[in-house]
């Protein structure tokens, strides 16, 4: 079992900053791939960013991608979502998952969900 717990979200003006944190408990976070996903008000959960078990490797949905960093620190357990230069369409809660596959981009294909931080950008 791997515990997750998402925070830093909050509200920013557009253009800003936020970074968000994902601790774990239980299993070692180095076990698994870990992404992080969103899901804006009335819409459905969606693909943000992944990284692999060693940091090595990452990917971006297009929506994000320069934009937004994802990395992990697995001593300290922990992984991060960087994001920049965010817009009001950013805004959403956003959760970090577990999974087991570098490949996997749909919320079904993960094992352990955190419950989510709110991310709320103005214009």
């Known amino acids: 079992q791997v515990q997750l717990v998402e925070s830093g979200g909050g509200l920013v003006q557009a253009g800003g900053s936020l970074r968000l944190s994902c601790a774990a408990s239980?299993?070692?976070?180095?076990?698994?791939?870990m992404s992080w996903f969103r899901q804006p008000p009335g819409k459905e959960r969606e693909f943000v960013a992944t990284?692999?078990?060693?940091?090595?490797?990452?990917y971006y949905a297009d929506s994000v991608k320069g934009r937004f960093t994802i990395s992990r620190d697995n001593a300290k357990n922990t992984v991060y979502l960087q994001m920049n230069s965010l817009k009001p369409e950013d805004t959403a809660v956003y959760y970090c998952?577990?999974?087991?596959?570098?490949?996997?981009?749909?919320?079904?294909?993960?094992?352990?969900w955190g419950q989510g931080t709110q991310v709320t950008v103005s214009s």
């Open positions: 239980g299993r070692t976070v180095s076990n698994y791939v």
């Open positions: 998952a577990a999974g087991l596959m570098f490949s996997a981009r749909r919320p079904e294909e993960y094992n352990y």
């Open positions: 990284i692999n078990r060693s940091g090595g490797s990452t």
